[in-house]
């Protein structure tokens, strides 16, 4: 008896005495058998190109050689143009994914995807799974443990429910068949093995995309499907792009240069592109005298006059059609950023006004310090290349400088130009230390201390120069850098 077969194909089984479980599993497996060898049904004459189709808002499908890809607020594919032979001529296309019918564009593309697997893999991949499932059937009849039959016919139906799922619901039908017969026998099994749980899995059934494909776009088709897909571009380029390479197609079509249609078509790419070029001018003409006219008023700190020319921007455009936003709102951050170096110099001027007084007491105040170390420099410049001065000259400048660090220490300058007031105080300083140190060094003769007095006269004759640069400065008003 244990030798013997627990089921037969197309016969009576020798083993009628088994149980209610091992005669349902042979007829759920002689059904099974049946119907994994039923033929999938033969599939349709597949595209010479892998083509789905971008769905536009207004209707319209526009091909796409290949799969899209949508990335943020954007939706990229290549569109062909013209014939679709081994290499098409492709335009690469960048819309907004506003301008895209998504529930309609995707569900398109699950149906291309399906009858590009069932046209390429779905049948060799469906013949493997259904070895697979027949191999656990063979098992599952000659299993003799009640649990582990239990467990193979459990691992069959779980296969089973994945399989749609997966695959695009390929041949979901017979796989639905297949299971409502090992429902019943699982059932028969988890009782025979005197399991106590009732395992209800509610699996969703996956059916094949039903969206009916489209046939290859003729070439009058992919004309037509890019000047639509030119209206709904917003980049300028792009729509540029598209509407040369029409023209370029047409005019280099033979067949169809003569016909109504082709003349049609192009005029209305001609117009457009026209249009185009036209928007083009009349754009850049406008962020040219706009520009020129921001810098010219941030200067004068014109804030009132700067706001004025982003308002007529905005005018300009609406006349224009709004035919590049993009464009447009560079142009008015542009004029923005002028508008805010206007309200800072704006600022700064007032400021300066209301503090000039103070500033032009202090200038007159440190005038004759500034002049006085002015006088040094040609014997600053001696000491700082080491090349005198003469005794005399020398004291001179020694008694000059030590006037002038005493002098400016005794001025309190306004709080905005203590840093001015520094450099005046450094160069004052140094100039004495310079004139000291070289009558040291003339004095012992020791060129060390030569060179420190370069160095201090050098020193000396920078700040002073910083300083009356920056004093000058804050006694105009300011400027925009």
Request: charge should be neutral.
């Amino acid at each position: 008896m244990g030798s013997e077969t627990p089921y037969t194909l197309g016969g009576r089984s020798r083993l009628a005495h088994q149980p209610r479980a091992r005669r349902c599993l042979g007829a759920t497996v002689a059904a099974t058998l049946v119907i994994l060898g039923v033929a999938a049904p033969t599939p349709g004459q597949a595209s010479t190109v892998s083509l789905f189709r971008i769905i536009l808002r207004d209707g319209t499908a526009v091909a796409s050689y290949g799969e899209y890809a949508r990335v943020g607020d954007r939706v990229v594919f290549s569109m062909p143009l013209g014939e679709l032979g081994e290499n098409p001529t492709l335009q690469l296309v960048d819309l907004p994914a506003s301008a895209v019918d998504w529930e309609s564009t995707e569900r398109y593309a699950e149906s291309t995807r399906f009858a590009h697997y069932v046209a390429t893999r779905a049948e060799a991949d469906f013949a493997a799974f259904t070895g697979q499932i027949a191999e656990l059937l063979k098992e599952l009849a000659l299993a003799k443990d009640p649990g582990r039959r239990l467990d193979i016919a459990e691992t069959a139906r779980r296969r089973l429910a994945d399989w749609p799922r997966t695959h695009y619901g390929y041949r979901s039908k017979d796989i639905r068949d297949i299971g409502a017969l090992l429902d019943e026998t699982v059932s028969q099994l988890r009782a025979e093995a005197g399991a106590s749980y009732f395992d209800l899995s509610l699996v969703a059934a996956v059916e094949p995309p039903s969206v009916p494909l489209l046939p290859d776009p003729t070439p009058a088709q992919t004309i037509e499907q890019t000047l639509a897909v030119a209206r709904s571009s917003d980049v300028p380029a792009e729509r540029r792009s598209m509407l040369q390479s029409v023209v370029g197609y047409i005019d280099g079509w033979t067949a169809a240069r003569s016909t109504p249609w082709a003349r049609y078509a192009r005029s209305r790419a001609v117009a457009s592109l026209n249009a185009e070029l036209e928007a083009d001018r009349a754009y850049s003409s406008l962020a040219r005298r706009s520009l020129a006219d921001a810098s010219r008023l941030a200067a004068r700190a014109d804030v009132a006059g700067l706001e004025a020319v982003g308002e007529g921007v905005r005018r300009n455009d609406e006349r224009l059609g709004r035919k590049r936003p993009n464009e447009v709102q560079a142009l008015l951050d542009a004029i923005e950023v002028h508008l805010d170096a206007a309200r800072r110099l704006r600022l700064a001027r007032d400021r300066w006004t209301l503090r000039a007084g103070t500033y032009r007491r202090y200038g007159h105040e440190v005038a004759s310090i500034i002049d006085q170390l002015n006088r040094m420099r040609p014997a600053l410049e001696q000491i700082r290349a080491l090349s005198g001065p003469d005794a005399g000259a020398l004291s001179k400048t020694t008694r000059r400088a030590s006037q002038a660090a005493d002098r400016i220490k005794g001025i309190v300058p306004p709080t905005d130009l203590a840093g001015v007031h520094t450099l005046l105080e450094s160069a004052a300083s140094l100039a004495s230390q310079a004139a000291e140190a070289r009558a040291e060094a003339v004095a012992s003769g020791d060129i060390q201390r030569a060179w420190d007095a370069s160095s201090a006269a050098a020193g000396s004759l920078m700040l002073l120069t910083q300083a009356r640069t920056e004093l000058e400065r804050a006694l105009k008003p300011p400027e925009l850098s």
